[in-house]
């Protein structure tokens, strides 16, 4: 493998060689998030001295409008060194062809792991890590990793399709530039640290599984009509229609709940957390195309009272109503203390609910324009998450924008449990 650091095309002048992060980027969990990027490539685009070249000056080119991005972060200054170290990129052989991931049935989450790059955080580790895996077929998978204190999933797709974007032949001046200024909005202060998470580690991954559930368009619109009602009496009025995301996190929450009643020996007050992107949603002038973090949680409660309150629209409705009052409630706060202390109290109080409370922390990545990534071969066939070494679910769009793939991270033996679940056998593939 070979790795070298990406530099911006033109050196960041030197009023802006520093840049805060907000406050909402200091209660960003000190982690690096990844997911990765499949494309087929044909034809005269297997010449792969020219796919590096435009690869490499592509990305250097974007570096000019994401400086910070090929900066360090210096956690005791709270700001981004923005000095053009680089972004740490890397070219990897795969011994072997593109439709053997694709066409092994279960995928294996662990060694997906391998097509993206490791990364600690420190004030010399780069903030971006990229790899470009070249399967002996001329395919490719696209790596990318990012620190979350400089990007939530929004920032990180939006990066990720610039690159695309100047990569295909359109150029930096096809992409919509960025806007660092969040902390200009939301300057740093004194604030705990308002999540009380399991730590990643990935020295004690092996405690933990993922694994992919894929929830086709057809099983989707049966979650929907069965949350609606439409499979009762008729003579009953309908309920609400809710979204994809909605009606799927309810099916895995209440499998969830389920997990963890077979393991304690009766039921258990649950919370399950959805992060909410805040973007065009409050009454500040923040500019749709900020790059950072920004989102809110919304977090649902389900009392652990009885097992007619885990009904698969009983849930849906407490995961619907927990979205929307978040949204509505962005709205709401007319200055930035108040915006900050409501995005905090949302991020603590996951935190707060230790104890006899099970918490689960979601993560939405349905509507995403990850399959718009067209780097000149086409776009991706596939778009994957990767195994996490802590208690998380992740939900991605299928190809088609129909389905939901759903990426569960477990302990291996509530994964056994899980897998189990009836819910979980009737209406994934």
Known sequence: MSRKLIKPATPTPP???????????????????????????????????????????????????????????????????????????SEARVSGELAQVLLQGEVKAELLNLFVP????????????IQVNRFECGSLA???????????????TTFFNAWATACRGAGVNEVIRPSFDLASFFPPREITVPLDL?????????????????????AISRLKDIARGDADDPTLPKRQQYSRVVVVTALMWKALIGVAQARDGGLRP??????????????LP??????????????????????????????????????????????????VDDLVSFVT?????????RGDTNIIMFSSWCRFPMYEADFG?????????????????????????????????????????????PDIIAFTS
Request: charged fraction near 25%; include cysteine; hydrophobic fraction near 40%.
């Open 15 to 89: 009023h802006l060689r520093s840049c805060r992060i907000s406050a909402l980027d200091q209660i960003a969990l000190p982690i690096y998030v990844a997911f990765i990027q499949y494309y087929h490539v044909h034809g005269d685009d297997h010449d792969h001295d020219q796919i590096r070249e435009r690869l490499e000056k592509s990305l250097s080119e974007v570096l000019t409008l994401y400086y910070p991005l090929a900066g360090r972060y210096i956690r005791k200054n709270l700001l981004l060194d923005c000095n053009d170290e680089g972004v740490e990129y």
């Open 142 to 156: 696209i790596g990318l990793r990012i620190a979350h204190v400089v990007a939530d999933g929004i920032a990180m």
């Open 270 to 283: 649950s919370l399950a957390c959805h992060p909410v992107n805040m973007r065009g949603r409050t009454a």
């Open 377 to 421: 071969w086409g776009k991706p066939i596939w778009v994957s998450s990767t195994h996490k070494p802590a208690e998380i679910v992740t939900l991605m769009d299928t190809k088609d924008g129909k389905g939901i793939e759903v990426w569960v991270s477990l302990d291996e033996k509530d994964m056994l449990l899980f897998q189990k679940h």
């Open 118 to 129: 490791f990364a600690m955080e420190s004030e010399t580790t780069p903030l971006v890590l």
């Open 198 to 218: 399991p730590p990643v580690d990935a020295t004690k991954s092996k405690a933990f599984t993922t694994k992919r559930f894929v929830f086709n368009g057809t």
């Open 345 to 353: 109290n949302s991020l603590r109080e996951p935190g707060g609910e």
């Open 286 to 335: 923040i500019p749709d195309n900020s790059c950072g973090n920004f989102f809110s949680g919304a977090n649902a409660r389900f009392s652990g009272e009885s097992e007619s309150k885990m009904e698969l629209h009983v849930l849906a409705g407490l995961v619907d109503g927990a979205i929307r009052n978040r949204v509505a409630d962005c709205l709401k706060h007319q200055n």
